[in-house]
């Protein structure tokens, strides 16, 4: 519900918060900001926290620019004054496309026991299982500043998002209760946060490597790093968001666009050539199958089986003179760390470019972003076999986009991304706002 509290309430939170922190316009924040950590543990999921509820609590979630809301569990430890339920006949209910009304409970009310309140459906994105929950609302609290500490929270009075079952934490990051949804769905964070604080529906993601720390900043901020430096709109490159005209989601209705981001990848070059690739495969086609979109629960880069041999193959071709070292699953082409040298955005290994519409821009991926050190001391290639005809033929993971800029603008429904801030001599790490 994008209601915005009374004067009074406005004016309450500005003297116990400063909301002044990040530029006020009409006493609301012009950004807000999520910290971002990767579990260093076998999930290598981005966790994020953030605080909710009355009294408030923190809640820490696994970000996912899949998903329709934000979910959390409710049935563990959800203490709170402040929750409401989302009545079934409600415009907010109607605009989160809820199917679903739970009509009647029979136990003591709680979030996840409500009468006539609109229903949706959590699904934890890395597991695949979904679940129906009741639809609500209550205080969500996200800070301001970020550095040196999260600074000053900005409230939002009434987030809508929805009820998840502790069952259906399983499979995530130990010590997440939820997920948190970055797609372009109404009620994710992205809109839901640009309409509650009045500021442009935009997010910059900045995700770390395991053991530093990134962020996501909602709205408009300038990209600010330590120290001096700023990233301005004119070092991104911009490519278009595509819309995936067929939902991707666990649980969707008929006619449903996807609300996940896909952008036209129209070729792949290695070292600069380009690799010959079956082009039906980079296109989405009338029943939403292939393309590429970008996914943070996926680790690592998946390519569809054909468009995975080209690369790994031309790859390979390309390193011809670096000694192997045998495969480590998931990945095929392994080599011997001693004998790849460094360079300042990671191993001295050749580019791989993901060629973005027409050839003038391209994403180049540098050894940081394509090589993963496994056990052992080998290097392998971090891209992953996804099969013969899956739903989607390229699905670019978080690895590829651990300290790089992504600008997701859903205004002008473009991505804006700065390749390797290693290049910059900066990172995730270093973003400051406020
Ligand atoms: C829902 O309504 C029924 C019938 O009026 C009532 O018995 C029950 O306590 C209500 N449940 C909740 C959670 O308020
Ligand atoms: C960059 O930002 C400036 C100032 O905010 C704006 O005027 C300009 O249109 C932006 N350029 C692009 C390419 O978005
Ligand atoms: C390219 O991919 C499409 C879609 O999977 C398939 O129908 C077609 O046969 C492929 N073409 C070639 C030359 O392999």
Redesign the pocket.
């Known amino acids: 519900m994008a209601r915005l509290p009374p004067l009074a309430a406005l004016l309450f939170l500005c003297l116990l918060s400063a909301c002044r922190a990040a530029g006020p316009r009409d006493g609301n924040p012009s950004a807000v900001v999520l910290p971002v950590s990767k579990d260093a543990a076998a999930t290598q999921q981005y966790v994020t926290s953030f605080r909710q509820r009355t009294p408030l609590a923190p809640v820490e979630a696994v970000l996912d620019l899949a998903g329709a809301t934000l979910w959390v569990d409710c049935e563990a430890g959800y203490a709170s004054s402040t929750y409401r339920r989302v009545p079934c006949a409600s415009k907010p209910c109607r605009l989160s496309r809820s199917a679903a009304c739970a009509t009647s409970c029979l136990g003591a009310p709680s979030p996840s026991c409500l009468n006539d309140t609109c229903a949706g459906f959590p699904g934890n994105t890395v597991t695949h299982v979904s679940t129906g929950g009741n639809i609500i609302t209550d205080v969500l609290a996200l800070p301001t500043t970020f550095r040196p500490a999260p600074g000053p929270l900005a409230t939002a009075p009434a987030f809508l998002f929805t009820c998840g079952a502790t069952f259906l934490t399983e499979g995530l990051a130990a010590g997440a209760t939820g997920m948190a949804s970055l797609s372009r769905a109404r009620f994710a964070l992205p809109t839901q946060l640009a309409a509650t604080f009045r500021f442009s529906r935009k997010f910059a993601l900045c995700l770390p490597p395991a053991g530093s720390a990134g962020v996501v900043v909602f709205g408009d901020a300038p990209y600010a790093f330590q120290p001096g430096f700023v990233l301005?709109?004119?070092s991104l490159i911009?490519t278009p968001l595509l819309v995936n005209p067929v939902s991707t989601a666990g649980v969707s209705t008929k006619g449903d666009k996807s609300d996940e981001y896909f952008v036209g990848v129209t070729g792949i070059k290695v070292n600069g050539r380009a690799v010959p690739l079956n082009a039906t495969l980079l296109a989405i086609d009338k029943k939403g199958v292939g393309g590429t979109k970008l996914s943070t629960v996926a680790p690592y880069t998946v390519l569809e089986s054909s468009i995975y041999k080209a690369v790994t193959g031309a790859f390979a071709a390309e390193t011809a003179a670096i000694p192997r070292a045998p495969a480590m699953a998931p990945f095929q082409l392994c080599y011997d760390g001693s004998k790849v040298g460094s360079t300042r955005v990671g191993p001295a290994v050749p580019t791989i470019e993901l060629v973005l519409g027409t050839d003038a821009t391209s994403w180049v991926v540098f050894g940081a972003n394509s090589m993963v050190a496994v056990k052992g001391g080998a290097l392998c290639l971090g891209v992953v076999d996804g099969g013969e005809a899956p739903r989607t033929s390229v699905v670019i993971g978080g690895h590829m986009m651990e300290d790089n800029l992504l600008e997701f603008d859903l205004e002008a429904s473009r991505l804006g991304f700065s390749s390797s801030l290693l290049f910059r001599q900066t990172n995730c790490n270093n973003f400051r706002l406020g």
């Open positions: 301005s709109n004119s911009y």
